[in-house]
């Protein structure tokens, strides 16, 4: 049974860091491409960025481009979202998923979804 279990979420002031972190069981962790989605209050789940089983090819939604990184360790089945500069708008309960191709940012094309995290960035 796939389980993905996301972590990492907080508070934080505009500007600020976080790190999240997704760690996955009951799969082949090592052969699985991975994304990461966030859903806002009142709005649809949303493509924020994925990567391939190897690490070596990622894509981003481009309200996040050049302020989060994804990234993964295969050794120790986690995948993890790194977000810089955040903003008042990245506010949004997060989650990873299992997806079937690296280039995909629908959710249609993802599952095993985890329980989210949220992330709240005050202004």
């Known amino acids: 049974q796939v389980q993905l279990v996301e972590s990492g979420g907080g508070l934080v002031q505009s500007g600020g860091s976080l790190r999240l972190s997704c760690a996955a069981s009951g799969l082949t962790f090592s052969r699985a491409a991975m994304g990461w989605f966030r859903q806002a209050p009142g709005k649809e789940r949303e493509f924020v960025a994925s990567?391939?089983?190897?690490?070596?090819?990622?894509n981003y939604a481009d309200s996040v481009k050049g302020r989060f990184t994804i990234f993964r360790d295969n050794g120790k089945n986690t995948v993890y979202l790194q977000m810089s500069s955040l903003k008042p708008e990245d506010t949004a309960v997060y989650y990873c998923?299992?997806?079937?191709?690296?280039?995909?940012?629908?959710?249609?094309?993802?599952?095993?979804w985890g329980q989210g995290t949220q992330v709240t960035v005050s202004s």
């Open positions: 990567i391939s089983w190897s690490g070596g090819r990622s």
């Open positions: 998923a299992v997806g079937r191709f690296t280039s995909s940012t629908s959710s249609d094309d993802y599952g095993n």
